[in-house]
């Protein structure tokens, strides 16, 4: 089992900042992804931003240029650096992160509200 941890989020005024981050523990080995996903009620969930531990990194077009995706092996933490909110960014923040292997088994955060408005 793999254990994710999200913190970082709030609320922020448009055109404001936030960084989320994710720790992982318990069997992290044979990661290769690790990423964000964002929800809204009512909308499906949708990917935000990966990276993989070859360095690969995915964005949704509407966070491009805007949101980073990062990480730090030595504390087997991802983060997601978020500038010029806008309101149209207010979700719930989910973690993730994927295991290789013979079946593949992602695993999901508790999620963090992130709130932009005036």
């Known amino acids: 089992q793999v254990q994710l941890v999200e913190s970082g989020g709030g609320l922020v005024q448009p055109g404001g900042s936030l960084r989320l981050s994710c720790a992982a523990s318990?069997?992290?080995?044979?990661?290769?992804?690790m990423g964000w996903y964002r929800q809204v009620p009512g909308k499906e969930r949708e990917l935000v931003a990966t990276l993989t531990s070859g360095g690969g990194r995915r964005y949704a077009d509407s966070v491009r240029g805007r949101f980073t995706v990062s990480n730090d092996d030595a504390k087997n933490t991802v983060y997601l650096q978020m500038n010029s909110l806008k309101p149209e960014d207010t979700a719930v923040y989910y973690c993730?992160?994927?295991?290789?292997?013979?079946?593949?088994?992602?695993?999901w955060g508790q999620g963090t509200q992130v709130t932009v408005s005036s």
């Open positions: 318990g069997s992290i080995f044979s990661i290769n992804t």
């Open positions: 993730y992160a994927r295991r290789v292997g013979p079946v593949p088994q992602d695993y």
